[in-house]
């Protein structure tokens, strides 16, 4: 699984906000897809796994990721490894452009999920 959500976070749902641990699976999530259109869209697959591993936190000036150290992201107009990243560099368009502010690396336990939605979308 290469791109996930951990179950920390919160998703926005029609009917608010939800911690990712508690969303029922049949509310629609808010979504921006690659025109920066956003919608309310159900997923059509939701998975969970448990994880024990390597996470790296990305701070920019507008946001906070968690990424595996092996997960893919567009930097700089390429494709590299969360764990090639360094402060400075700059995420792709669907990230507005922010540059990286910090990362901070560490361990953590908890269970990862994937919403798919059968298109390119956030």
């Known amino acids: 699984m290469n791109n996930f959500i951990p179950d920390f976070m919160e998703i926005l749902t029609e009917e608010g906000w939800a911690p990712l641990d508690q969303y029922n699976?049949?509310?629609?999530?808010?979504?921006?897809n690659s025109n920066y259109r956003t919608g309310y869209l159900k997923p059509k697959v939701v998975s969970k796994r448990d994880f024990k591993g390597s996470l790296l936190e990305l701070t920019t000036e507008s946001?906070?990721?968690y990424l595996k150290p092996s997960s893919k992201i567009?930097?700089?107009?390429?494709?590299?490894k969360a764990k090639d990243i360094?402060?400075?560099?700059?995420?792709?368009?669907?990230?507005?452009?922010?540059?990286?502010e910090k990362i901070d690396?560490?361990?953590?336990?908890g269970r990862l999920?994937?919403?798919?939605?059968?298109?390119?979308?956030?």
């Open 74 to 80: 567009l930097v700089n107009d390429s494709l590299v």
């Open 25 to 32: 699976s049949k509310n629609r999530v808010l979504l921006l």
């Open 63 to 65: 946001m906070t990721l």
């Open 86 to 100: 360094k402060k400075g560099d700059k995420l792709n368009k669907r990230y507005v452009w922010n540059k990286v």
């Open 105 to 109: 690396a560490g361990e953590w336990e």
């Open 113 to 122: 999920f994937s919403l798919f939605f059968g298109d390119d979308l956030s």
